[in-house]
């Protein structure tokens, strides 16, 4: 479970929500005022937020990426802005993939340089402006700040998980929301429903009253041949490790054991240690996602350990083979009415 979002966040309310209720009220009033009030700054590139509603992993980083290379098949040169986790840098930085460190930029930002630059910076017009006048971007994708990005978004994209939902449906403290449902959707355009389960069927029929196009996407394995018939440890920290045991034996492993971490979690030395001894002591392999890759490459991990690991790397597939391009195109043509208006 995501660091930031305690397991009861996840499950039917009790009396640890209902206790924090008064506090969730403060929270969701600051937090839709923000949404409602906030005076953003119009870029001269479309601006596309992939956002959602929830603290917690969602699947928006395979997102972001399928759309900026999405964006680069139709001729465009995107540039992505993201707020970084646990950065280290007080202006905006465009992240070069071999050389900054995880604990530095993120290791979401690591994975997005891969495709398209990247500004990593709290202050997203900064960031937005260096893309544009350095790097030459001319379609801007923002990996989450839906809910505090101080620059126009010409189409938000709110990503839900169809198999977690909205969780216990309260607001911070009291549950994973970032702002009340209504307060969120009345400022999106789309939203796309990832993976398989029902969790999500509230908001989407939400969605769907208040007239916002549903887009449904999964996630697959890029290379799942190689793993099939072989036994692993997994092991990952992301916001919902369980998902990712799922896929590795989707794509026909056999995981023995699991070893769950916090959401970004950095590991320690001793960790890895003891990860490669109790995989020796089994007889299996190790594997993880490619998020907690970047992170050890440029962390604790020992050449020894690294030579032993084996990464699930991972891509969105939209159900609608079509989803991607009209996406980029419905916020292109939301920009030019933008500037339009003036």
């Not at 008064?22 to 005076?39: D, I, N, Q, W």
């Not at 959707?185 to 999500?200: D, I, K, P």
Request: proline share 6%; hydrophobic share 45%.
């Amino acid at each position: 479970m995501a660091s930031e979002a305690p397991p009861f966040w996840w499950e039917k309310p009790d009396w640890r929500a209902f206790g924090l209720s008064p506090l969730s009220a403060a929270y969701a009033f600051v937090a839709g005022r923000r949404l409602h009030k906030t005076r953003r700054e119009k870029m001269s590139a479309p601006v596309l937020c992939v956002g959602n509603f929830t603290v917690g992993g969602t699947g928006k980083t395979p997102v972001a990426i399928a759309l900026a290379k999405q964006a680069r098949s139709m001729g465009f040169a995107p540039g992505i802005l993201s707020r970084g986790h646990g950065g280290g840098f007080s202006s905006p930085h465009i992240v070069d993939a071999h050389h900054d460190a995880a604990r530095h930029v993120g290791d979401e930002p690591l994975l997005l340089a891969e495709h398209a630059p990247v500004a990593v910076t709290a202050n997203r017009a900064a960031g937005a402006r260096l893309l544009m006048e350095q790097h030459g971007c001319n379609f801007l994708i923002m990996d989450d700040g839906f809910q505090s990005a101080r620059i126009h978004i010409d189409y938000a994209l709110m990503v839900v998980d169809a198999r977690y939902g909205l969780g216990n449906g309260r607001v911070i403290p009291a549950g994973p929301l970032r702002a009340r449902v209504v307060d969120q959707l009345v400022h999106a355009h789309a939203l796309l429903r990832m993976g398989e389960g029902s969790a999500a069927d509230a908001v989407v029929r939400q969605a769907a009253r208040a007239g916002k196009p549903i887009f449904d996407a999964r996630t697959r394995p890029c290379n799942a041949g190689r793993f099939a018939g072989r036994r692993f440890l997994a092991f990952a920290g992301i916001g919902h490790p369980e998902k990712f045991f799922d896929t590795v034996s989707k794509a026909g492993a056999t995981v023995v054991l699991t070893r769950p971490f916090p959401d970004h979690h950095f590991y320690a030395a001793d960790e890895l240690d003891e990860l490669l001894a109790m995989a020796r002591a089994e007889d299996l392999e190790l594997i993880t996602t490619a998020k907690d890759a970047v992170r050890l490459r440029h962390g604790a991990a020992s050449p020894e350990f690294l030579k032993h690991l084996n990464v699930l790397e991972i891509e969105t597939v939209f159900d609608q083979e079509q989803a991607p391009a009209r996406i980029i195109n419905e916020t292109v043509e939301s920009w030019k009415l933008r500037r339009l208006a003036g």
